[in-house]
């Protein structure tokens, strides 16, 4: 798989500490580990970061629910978060939601970005392989997220669902409260343009994806 580390550090960047899902069956006897050796663990690790750094590991309101109920949330604070992130979503003002498909293409397969050796000229990518298969002739390709294949001919290149597409990639928590994807555009990991290239990704009919 492409760059394993990448992802992490990715996730890290977005402020989307994750608790994935495990298998309850074979887990029955183990503890929750203790939050605050976790924090303690963490700021040790990231004690000579940058200070901007050591900011991201702070959860902010939303994480921290998602944090304490390890991901399953009751209903009512599930409502409670998307209505909080979807408020954080900013749509574009020209309104147009379909980029360069070519371009997001490029992003969805970089996996640069959110690390320490990064200078002001790295363009962070989206580094979709690791959770998505994407184009069908891909041989590598993470299976946390569901595959993208025909993703805008499944769903008729209807416009309603590009605009969802594009919330989903801003802010996934607006969509599906405690979800694992990064909120790209919420956390300034993608800028507005490269979101729109992405969804011009998944929904232009002349895009590998939709092949």
Known sequence: MKSTMKLSALILFAGLAVSLPHAAAAQTAAKAADPSLVDKYLHATFGKAPPDWQERIKPDETLATCNLYRNEVPAAEADKIVKRELAKVVYPADGKLLGDWKEG????????????????????????YACHQMEKAEVSYGTLGPSLTAYGKDRK???????????KIYNSQAVLACSNMPRFGANKVLSEKQIKDLVAFLFDPESPINK
């Open 157 to 167: 290149f209807d416009p309603a669902e590009a605009k969802n597409a594009f919330t």
């Open 105 to 128: 293409g490029k992003i969805a397969n970089n996996g640069r970005g959110g690390q320490f050796s990064d200078d002001d000229k790295t363009e962070n990518g989206g580094n979709c």
